[in-house]
């Protein structure tokens, strides 16, 4: 069973910048999409971006050009590097995984457990 274990969150000024990491176990990344989501409350979860195992990326409208995503596979490790954070990037950020090639922001199957970001002043 692949497992996730999100860290890196915190409290970040506006303009500000956090990193994001997604520990895998259980299986080999290899094979899988990696996705991060958010759900800020009282909204529905948002996809923020995706990468392939190929290194192929998508990103919400909302975070293009200020968020990144990366992985390493031997290090069964996916980060989210987040540039320029605003008030409203505030959620709980969740990494998930997919099998096969494409990169959607919708239909993940294996989730971790969170971790919260809070941009205020």
């Known amino acids: 069973q692949l497992r996730f274990v999100e860290s890196g969150g915190g409290l970040v000024q506006p303009g500000g910048s956090l990193r994001l990491s997604c520990a895998a176990s259980?299986?080999?990344?290899?094979?899988?999409?990696i996705a991060w989501f958010r759900q800020a409350p009282g909204k529905e979860r948002e996809g923020v971006s995706c990468?392939?195992?190929?290194?192929?990326?998508n990103y919400a409208d909302s975070v293009k050009g200020r968020f990144t995503t990366s992985r390493d596979n031997v290090k069964k490790t996916v980060y989210l590097q987040m540039n320029s954070l605003k008030p409203e990037d505030t959620a709980v950020y969740y990494c998930?995984?997919?099998?096969?090639?494409?990169?959607?922001?919708?239909?993940?199957?294996?989730w971790g457990q969170g971790t919260q970001v809070t941009v205020s002043s």
């Open positions: 998930a995984a997919r099998l096969g090639s494409t990169c959607p922001l919708t239909q993940y199957n294996y």
């Open positions: 259980g299986r080999p990344l290899d094979y899988y999409t």
């Open positions: 990468i392939t195992s190929d290194g192929s990326t």
